[in-house]
T-cell receptor, first 110, second 114 residues
Framework: GESVGLHLPTLSVQEGDNSIINCAYSNSASDYFIWYKQESGKGPQFIIDIRSNMDKRQGQRVTVLLNKTVKHLSLQIAATQPGDSAVYFCAETPSNKLIFGAGTRLAVHP | NAGVTQTPKFQVLKTGQSMTLQCAQDMNHNSMYWYRQDPGMGLRLIYYSASEGTTDKGEVPNGYNVSRLNKREFSLRLESAAPSQTSVYFC?????????????FGSGTQLSVL
């Protein structure tokens, strides 16, 4: 079946650096994408979303980039903070249902 | 505003036992969902309810049943628990079905089946 995958299972960054988390999606029919953050012991928390008619969207310290040509999604976190340490999931919606990737763990070191 | 509330937070069952996971949302959302999360895998949809009075199978429905009790509540039942159902279960809700809207998640139920 269709799936969403991530390039890096674990990403370690220094506090203050920028983080980039990548995601490859497989269904060209997907027209909506979401990034979720999951802290240990908690449920996924919405970060930012983007529709397929856009290639970039910015939030507070976060930017999502969408490249439909290569079916690639990325989440950029500016000035990464210890509170950003979590697992990040991308998700796509090829058929009215969210399909989640396996997740990337972001570890922020002082 | 509590959002999505799940109970219990932890549960240990023996193989063959039954139990019901409860979920309630106070955001007046129309759609509700049950996911399971296993190590190294993304969230997988078990069942969903697009609106009050309807339920449909997701990706991994075998061994589960659901009930949309009313607009607020959506329960997940394991009739005869199996070790393969050891997982973390998340309930979620969204305002509408099929409108490409974000889901709001509860804090999860960690279930172990021995």
């Amino acid at each position: 079946g269709e799936s969403v995958g991530l390039h890096l299972p674990t990403l370690s960054v220094q506090e203050g650096d920028n983080s980039i988390i990548n995601c490859a999606y497989s269904n060209s029919a997907s027209d909506y994408f979401i990034w979720y953050k999951q802290e240990s012991g908690k449920g996924p928390q919405f970060i930012i979303d983007i529709r397929s008619n856009m290639d970039k969207r910015q939030g507070q310290r976060v930017t999502v980039l969408l490249n439909k040509t290569v079916k690639h999604l990325s989440l950029q976190i500016a000035a990464t903070q210890p509170g950003d340490s979590a697992v990040y999931f991308c998700a796509e919606t090829p058929s009215n249902k969210l399909i989640f990737g396996a997740g990337t763990r972001l570890a922020v070191h002082p | 505003n509590a959002g999505v509330t799940q109970t219990p937070k932890f549960q240990v069952l023996k193989t063959g036992q039954s139990m019901t996971l409860q979920c309630a949302q106070d955001m007046n959302h129309n759609s509700m969902y049950w996911y399971r999360q296993d190590p190294g895998m993304g969230l997988r949809l078990i069942y969903y309810s697009a609106s009050e009075g309807t339920t449909d199978k997701g990706e991994v429905p075998n061994g589960y049943n659901v009930s949309r009790l009313n607009k607020r509540e959506f329960s997940l039942r394991l009739e005869s628990a199996a070790p393969s159902q050891t997982s973390v279960y998340f309930c979620a809700s969204s305002e509408m079905w099929g409108e490409n809207e974000k889901l709001f998640f509860g804090s999860g139920t960690q279930l172990s089946v021995l």
